[in-house]
């Protein structure tokens, strides 16, 4: 991916969908698209026979999966067809082969977040060069649902096709107490410039060729578990992933050519879409005082940052890198960018953490009215904050141990198991300038962002800070030799 290009194009001539005809004439139809993997269409986990359930502790600590890449061919055939972003989703199948059932009180195995969890990251590429890569994916996308899809929508269809869990905020429920064979299908969205995106809706795919998407597999099995005790362990015969297909919506218009061609500026188009780059950054045992974490974010137009700290798997925090907290009594967060703070009043979730997320909930664009400040986010589960309180902090602050998380004070919420609710203390800051279809976020490239931190407490366990940003891009089309350059 390059750099923005010569000034010209900073306001980009997008296709001139405008003088298409308002009624499609009977040439135009639609075509949906199953495309199967052109290399690996299954994967099988190593078996699970290790210890898997740990009284008031969780299991399964870096059980190893597969990490292996699924690649799919994006077809193209004519100028005429154009992609419905919109309408882009994965899908693949889950079986789960029970060779040994286990007993026990209060065994319970959940997947992570949801079927997204077994993605590490994802890849779009023209001709083996990457336009798109997205890493920490699975994080990624938990933490966007959470904040955006709330306990009552949960109920209705996403629990049925995502693999999330109709009742908690966690994925659902794995088999294990009985032996036997179990299949799930799942089928999801896709965080893409090719599916959930701002890009223009319709993307001209017949001017692109050897189009690819490369979904790289989880390397460690995305499931948590939990139990108070255990008399027998399950053991997994076999764990895999198959029936892999990318599903697509073509849209098929051949009079649109004549104006894709018309639009064209030196025989290219341009379109404006977005996307999302990570850094991700070790936070040392014993941190404490002002940290600075400089971010390899490096953009032409950064629009957010978003972040948060998460630690191995442990009694406080039994899902692992799905379990964001306050790590150490952060009572300053800010992000420098190009010598300028944002927020300028620094952000403090020891006294202030309802100021935390609202401004995250900014960050994600949430500001139009109240319904867009839903999510399954609950006081606890944000205010999660370990190892210890200090003196003067806000009482809606809890400190999760024992694989639960009590109610802040004066809370009837009750304790929750931290395996059903993970804690979710999500941070971000808003960079753009001002709400526009021009690139109006901040330029990166010559210098780096880097979070400041103060930590009131020392840490106590190894941590990492995940950061993403969202990204203007323009996609730069030759019809001609029907090349995409990506320029960030």
């Not at 269809?157 to 179990?182: L, R």
């Not at 203390?425 to 010559?446: A, E, H, P, R």
Request: proline share 5%.
């Amino acid at each position: 991916m390059s750099s923005f290009v010569a000034s010209e194009i900073g306001l980009p001539v997008q296709t001139n969908y405008s003088s298409i005809p308002a009624t499609l004439d009977n040439s135009s139809y639609v075509k949906y698209i199953s495309q199967s993997p052109n290399g690996i269409t299954s994967v099988v986990g190593a078996a699970v026979s290790s210890t898997v359930f740990v009284a008031n502790n969780p299991g399964l600590v870096a059980q190893q999966f597969n990490n292996s890449q699924i690649i799919f061919d994006i077809p193209s055939s004519s100028p005429s067809e154009f992609l419905d972003t919109s309408e882009t989703n994965l899908q693949f199948k889950l079986t789960v082969v029970v060779g040994t059932a286990s007993s026990g009180t209060g065994t319970k195995i959940r997947l992570l977040g949801g079927a997204h969890s077994f993605i590490d990251s994802i890849q779009v590429l023209q001709n083996n060069v990457p336009i798109e890569t997205i890493s920490s994916y699975g994080q990624l996308f938990t933490m966007l649902l959470n904040a955006s899809v709330s306990f009552s929508e949960r109920t209705g269809m996403i629990s049925a096709f995502g693999g999330e869990d109709s009742n908690t905020a966690n994925g659902m429920e794995m088999p294990h107490a009985a032996t036997g064979t179990y299949y799930y299908s799942y089928t999801i969205p896709v965080l893409s410039i090719i599916g959930l995106s701002t890009t223009d809706r319709f993307i001209p795919i017949g001017c692109m060729q050897n189009m690819q998407l490369v979904v790289n597999l989880a390397s460690q099995l995305p499931w948590t578990t939990s139990c108070t005790a255990i008399t027998t362990q399950p053991v997994f015969s076999s764990i895999t992933l198959s029936e892999f297909f990318l599903n697509l919506k073509y849209v098929v218009i051949p009079s649109a050519v004549p104006a894709l061609l018309s639009s064209a500026k030196g025989g290219k188009i341009y379109l404006k879409t977005n996307s999302w780059q990570n850094s991700n950054i070790g936070v040392a045992t014993g941190s404490s005082g002002l940290q600075q974490f400089l971010l390899q974010l490096r953009v032409s137009s950064m629009r957010n940052l978003l972040w948060y700290e998460a630690t191995d798997k442990t009694a406080a925090c039994p899902n692992g890198y799905y379990d964001a907290v306050n790590n150490g009594g952060n009572n300053r967060l800010q992000v420098n960018v190009n010598g300028l703070l944002y927020p300028n009043r620094e952000l403090n979730m020891v006294n202030y953490p309802s100021q935390c997320i609202y401004y995250f909930l900014q960050a994600l664009g949430m500001k139009e009215n109240l319904k867009s400040y839903g999510g399954t986010i609950s006081r606890s589960a944000y205010s999660a904050t370990i190892p210890s309180l200090t003196s003067g902090s806000d009482n809606s602050l809890v400190v999760p141990s024992g694989m639960s998380r009590g109610a802040p004070i004066g809370s009837d919420e009750g304790s929750v198991a931290v395996i059903d609710y993970p804690n979710q203390n999500f941070l971000g800051v808003d960079l753009m300038k001002i709400d526009s279809q021009m690139f109006c976020g901040q330029n990166t490239k010559q210098s780096a962002p880097y979070l400041i931190i103060n930590k009131t407490v020392a840490t106590t366990s190894s941590a990492i800070l995940f950061a993403w940003c969202n990204m203007d891009v323009l996609l730069e089309v030759d019809i001609q030799t029907k090349q995409v350059v990506a320029y960030i």
